[in-house]
Nanobody, 117 residues
Framework: QVQLVESGGGLVQPGGSLRLSCAVSGRDVSLYLMGWYRQAPEKQRELVAGFISSSSTKYAESVKGRFTISRDVVSKTVSLQMNSLTPEDTAVYYC???????????WGQGTQVTVSS
């Protein structure tokens, strides 16, 4: 069992920045690849950024160069630094932990990010 708790969402003006954090706890967390997804109203949930191996990452085309995913093994947190935000980034952001071999996923409860003037 893995528990994920997101924090850091909120309201920000276009062009601003936010940093999301995901606290990871539970058994065998090293067996999971971490990522961030988002879901905007009436849209499907999509991958924003994620680890595809211990050291490699992938990003959605729409966020490349603006978002950065990182992790801190000591504090067991995964972060998403979001810069140059636009209204199109408005969504609920979810932390995800996907098992490296069997593909099973755990999800956090989500945190709302709203980009608006």
């Amino acid at each position: 069992q893995v528990q994920l708790v997101e924090s850091g969402g909120g309201l920000v003006q276009p062009g601003g920045s936010l940093r999301l954090s995901c606290a990871v706890s539970g058994r065998d967390v090293s067996l999971y690849l971490m990522g961030w997804y988002r879901q905007a109203p009436e849209k499907q949930r999509e991958l924003v950024a994620g680890f595809i191996s211990s050291s490699s990452t992938k990003y959605a085309e729409s966020v490349k160069g603006r978002f950065t995913i990182s992790r801190d093994v000591v504090s067991k947190t995964v972060s998403l630094q979001m810069n140059s935000l636009t209204p199109e980034d408005t969504a609920v952001y979810y932390c995800n932990a996907q098992h490296r071999t069997i593909g099973f996923s755990y999800w956090g409860q989500g945190t709302q990010v709203t980009v608006s003037s």
